[in-house]
């Protein structure tokens, strides 16, 4: 899983409305892809970009295909994503920090 390919899965509103349903708890292909006007295929396609992201984990049982979220990716892109804040935050202080001192002056 890199971070890349969770962004990009995360990056499309019906991949996410996916995501929102699998917090509920597993789900086979078909329940998730019912709310969308879209056919299995292209549920199908989200599902497996999902998949690449890190962000599903896929079972068999039997012919069906049952889907569950794993949590894993959104923890190390957010664990990102804080530590982006964190380096920008001190960035800016420091700036405002100078700024302040020349005003002073």
């Known amino acids: 899983m890199s971070l890349d390919a969770t962004l990009t899965a995360l990056a499309d509103p019906t991949?996410?409305?996916?995501?929102?349903?699998l917090t509920l708890g597993e789900a086979?292909?078909?329940?998730?892809?019912?709310?969308?006007?879209l056919s299995l295929n292209a549920v199908s396609?989200?599902?497996r970009?999902?998949?690449?992201?890190?962000?599903?984990r896929r079972r068999r049982?039997?012919?069906e295909h049952i889907l569950a979220l794993d949590p894993a990716a959104l923890d190390a892109t957010a664990d990102w994503i804080?530590?982006?804040?964190?380096a920008w935050s001190a960035r800016l202080q420091k700036l405002d920090?100078?700024?302040?001192?020349?005003?002073?002056?």
């Open 28 to 37: 086979r292909v078909t329940e998730l892809a019912r709310p969308f006007a």
């Open 97 to 105: 920090d100078l700024l302040r001192e020349e005003d002073a002056r």
């Open 15 to 21: 991949r996410r409305a996916i995501l929102s349903r």
């Open 82 to 86: 804080a530590a982006q804040k964190a």
């Open 61 to 63: 049982a039997g012919r």
């Open 49 to 56: 970009m999902l998949e690449r992201g890190g962000l599903v």
């Open 45 to 47: 396609k989200h599902i």
